[in-house]
């Protein structure tokens, strides 16, 4: 067998192991079941795939998210390394042939959903599997109190059945106490090797900001620290607003959400990645698997929903060990809209019944029918025809996906194909007195060459770039070429798909996930309750806050946060009248706001608004009707 620091150093060129790493491994290797818990950034992949790689056989890997799959998969594969992921979408047949690979063809690694672990012929293939390890990641959606509650991992415990004989090893960034006793006892573990590293970020300062103006706030921190930076945002649409603003104001900037196509996704993460763009602002959905360890600032424009995710998303800054910043934004009505987004839209057992029965009927699914039927889905649509909340209703559709009596896959591009049925010269004729159809047609003829021969899928986000028209009036103009017989037009009204995990059984497939539904709206109340205290407490160090989050005891305060500055001591009296003489001289040469003194003067927020508040009382200057100061004498 191999050494772990010879694996290490040959597949991933370092010479030495992060904190914990090889005390982990070393267990793993022993055979023992093993708890790791490493804040975000601490390397726990590594953690399994050395054990696998030393010993004979394949490791299973368990992992929630499909994207975080693929990123190791591909990245093992770089490597030379036999690896595959078995996400949804494959055929039967070639399911059967995958499974064959991982038996004879040498694999290390096999990465699974938790959902794709439920299927008799997975089940089937993994007892005939050479398996050495069984690796849990992301094991806090074993939880019911997890801030990912996932409730087919509750059934992981499959592969204890499957394989008796191997070790587990259970991995997570973020777990409370009782998330930690909670998985251990989900994954029968006895007396099991814990790894508990501290959280503890010396170089990272978390600031709590209250602002009135938060774009003026954004923009003067990204001026002062130029190296990269991320903004996570609350949805889509403010990932295009803030990132234009920053563009406007001369700070490149890009943006990442769940809604862009692949293409995208991949070419602005890209810039970001290459330092073509400072800033990438962006929702929730970016930064699993994410390794960029110059990341100076990360600004949360709103309130996270947890303090599980705001540790996950602040903890991708200073990875480097130089000094970073995790700041927050807040103003008065964050703590509304915080309640209203995340509170006010949690559906209760009863609504989420409503939701399924109309659901059901929606795709006309009869009693005790429908288990594995797909169907194309309009959430619009739907919510019209049953007056139903949107908000509301979606995430009563997310809880029913989650808790795996449906499967939501959302698809947010109009799925269209055409084939033009007309000849050629009858296409060229008819373009000549339709000269507004000219560019959109031109397009797709040179970018699909068999859409003469038969009906051909068509892009129409690449066929907007390429024209420079909108989407809407692409379908407008393929319409139009429909109904004046040039083309066959196919244009799919949906925005998702919909498969019925479960036969239909009305209330009965709900009261099952009753409880569940219970615990996962208690837990919201119990996290947003956390965030907003965090954010109000202005007396304990944040570090500390977040440290006892976690379990933590016995912390000194950081002295670089939010709170730790406040409460060093005030400026001296001397350093204060340098400051009065500097502000009275600029204040010579014309008004100013305190936004541009600020940007002069190499001075703190709190000196300058104490230093201006003195220079007020004693009528050396006033304010003016546009918020600037000016001297009293002028």
Known sequence: MQHPINILERYWNFTEFKPLQEEIINAVIEGEDTFALLPTGGGKSICFQIPALAQEGICIVISPLIALMKDQVQKLQEQGIKAMALTSGIPPQQLDTLLDNCI????KFLYLSPERLQQELVQQRIRQMNVNLIAVDEAHCISHWGNDFRPAYKNINILRQLQPGINVVALTASATPKVVQDIIKELDFIKPKIFKQSFSRPNLAYLVLHEDDKYYRMES????????????VRNRKLTLEISSFLESKGITATYYHGGLSNTDKDRFMQQWLHDQKQVMVATNAFGMGIDKPDVKTIIHFNLPESLESYFQEAGRAGRNGEKAFAVILKNKGDEISVKNQFLSVLPTVDFIKQVYRKL?????ISYGEGEFTTHDFDFNTFCKVYEFNAVLCYNALLLLDRTSIISLSRQFHNQVSVQVIASNPVVFRYLETHKDFEIILKSILRMYGGVFDHDTKINLVKISEKASVTEPVIIAALKQLEKDDIITLNLAKTDAQVTFIQPREDDKTINRIATVV????????????????YIKNDAVCKSVQLLSYFGETNIDPCGICSVCTKTKKPAKSQDLKVLRNQIIELLENGDLSSRVMITELDCSENDLKKVLQLLL???????TKTNTYKLFHK
Do not use: M, P, R, W
Request: net charge neutral.
């Open 104 to 107: 004879y063809g040498n694999y």
């Open 221 to 232: 921190i990204l001026k002062k620290y130029t190296a990269s930076s991320i903004i996570y």
């Open 360 to 364: 059901c009927s929606y795709f006309q």
């Open 518 to 533: 219970e615990q996962q709206n208690d837990l919201k109340q119990v996290q947003v309750k956390a965030v907003l205290d």
């Open 617 to 623: 009382e004693h009528q050396i200057i006033s304010i």
